[in-house]
């Protein structure tokens, strides 16, 4: 089982950014896929990007090229490096993890068994 907190959000004016950070506890952090999704106000919650146990990575159209998502398993961190961020980008992100096969990459929030409460990222218009 791991646990899930996710730091580093706040208000940045578009164009800015800002890096998520999404500490995990438990063991074995290494053996999980982890995700970020976010979710807006009246909105279902949306994919963003996502890792597999090897450095794999994969990211939705939207923040494709801006957000990067990298983890470094000695410190059992997920991390969110957002860049350029627009009036659209605003939610509240969180990350997610599940045992998966080392090659796998899930998108999908169905996947996911443990999630994080979420860290608010606010980008005035």
């Known amino acids: 089982q791991v646990q899930l907190v996710e730091s580093g959000g706040g208000l940045v004016q578009a164009g800015g950014s800002l890096r998520l950070s999404c500490a995990a506890s438990?063991?074995?952090?290494?053996?999980?896929?982890m995700g970020w999704f976010r979710q807006a106000p009246g909105k279902e919650r949306e994919f963003v990007a996502a890792i597999n146990w090897i450095g794999g990575s994969t990211y939705a159209d939207s923040v494709k090229d801006r957000f990067t998502i990298s983890r470094d398993n000695a410190r059992k961190t997920l991390n969110l490096q957002m860049n350029s961020l627009k009036p659209e980008d605003p939610a509240v992100y969180s990350c997610?993890?599940?045992?998966?096969?080392?090659?796998?990459?899930?998108?999908?929030?169905?996947?996911?068994?443990?999630w994080g409460q979420g860290t608010q990222v606010t980008v005035p218009t």
């Open positions: 997610a993890a599940r045992l998966g096969v080392p090659a796998m990459i899930y998108n999908s929030s169905s996947d996911y068994n443990y």
């Open positions: 438990g063991r074995a952090f290494n053996q999980y896929a």
